[in-house]
């Protein structure tokens, strides 16, 4: 086998490993699967009748956002389980292993993928349930969906990046949720940017998050594009680049620490 190979092979069987540990500890599937659907519900049938999105029913317009900061938060687990094995010392078990080093870190973003998978499923389950319905072609909606997971892939860099540099498990969740949970607000997920205060709307229009909620919205319903969706796709690009030599350089001195 080439080193290719060989690296290939070790992020899926190291994926593979962090996907069953989901099976023997299912609480984790509360947190990316039962939060987002109580977000869906709260602000459908709580704070839907109150928000004004123009010809858009609330809940074709919450949807995609919605979707959107379930695909970013859906990183945490790595950030959890990076920041378990640096505490619990399974660094040392690993550097001992004759494996491609990085493995570690790419095979649980790689079990993110399927997690997200679980999680479109389930949101888009929910969302028509709730009344949500798409308008668009079957190639966007295909192309919405694999966007979706290209959003879900960077911000996992993220997360593994703060469960490499957090001191516990615990400090990873409150880093995670701390940074992007007010970006994830700040932008045009939950109401339209226009409706927030005249110094806000700077932030939230030019908020990234922004960009790949309205190319969702636009791939999904109909909305007009722009330039969000290449944004989008672009910001995604620019995340992986910048957190994934970030996190293989932080799980290097954590290897070389250990």
Excluded: H
Excluded at 41 to 59: M, P
Excluded at 80 to 106: N, Q, Y
Excluded at 145 to 169: H, K, T
Aim: charge should be neutral; aromatic fraction near 14%; hydrophobic fraction near 55%.
């Amino acid at each position: 086998m080439t080193a290719i190979q060989y690296a290939v092979s070790d992020t899926f069987v190291l994926a593979k490993r962090s996907l069953k540990r989901i099976r023997c500890q299912p609480d984790l599937l509360v947190s990316f699967t039962i939060q987002p659907i109580m977000f869906v519900l709260l602000f459908v049938y709580v704070f839907g009748g109150a928000i004004d999105t123009g010809a858009l029913d609330y809940v074709d317009f919450l949807m995609p956002g919605i979707i959107v900061q379930s695909m970013v938060f859906g990183g945490f687990v790595t950030a959890l389980g990076l920041a378990e094995d640096l505490k619990k010392g399974l660094i040392d078990r690993f550097r001992s292993l004759p494996m491609w080093s990085p493995a570690v870190v790419s095979g649980r973003i790689l079990a993110d993928v399927g997690t997200n998978v679980i999680q479109l499923v389930i949101m888009f389950a929910v969302g028509i349930a709730a009344g949500f319905r798409f308008n668009a072609s079957l190639a966007e909606i295909v192309a919405g969906l694999a966007l979706l997971l290209l959003i879900g892939y960077a911000f996992s860099w993220v997360f593994a990046f703060i469960g490499l540099s957090a001191s516990s498990p615990e400090a990873s969740r409150a880093y995670g949720f701390t940074i992007l949970f007010p970006v994830t607000f700040v932008s045009s997920a939950f109401v339209p940017p226009d409706t927030m205060p005249n110094w806000l709307q700077p932030i939230a229009e030019y908020n990234p998050f922004t960009t790949m909620v309205d190319a969702t919205r636009a791939l999904f319903v109909g909305t007009e594009a722009g330039n969000d969706i290449w944004g989008a796709v672009a910001w995604s690009v620019g995340i992986i680049a910048v957190f994934g030599v970030l996190s293989v350089w932080r799980y290097r001195r954590a290897v070389g620490r250990a």
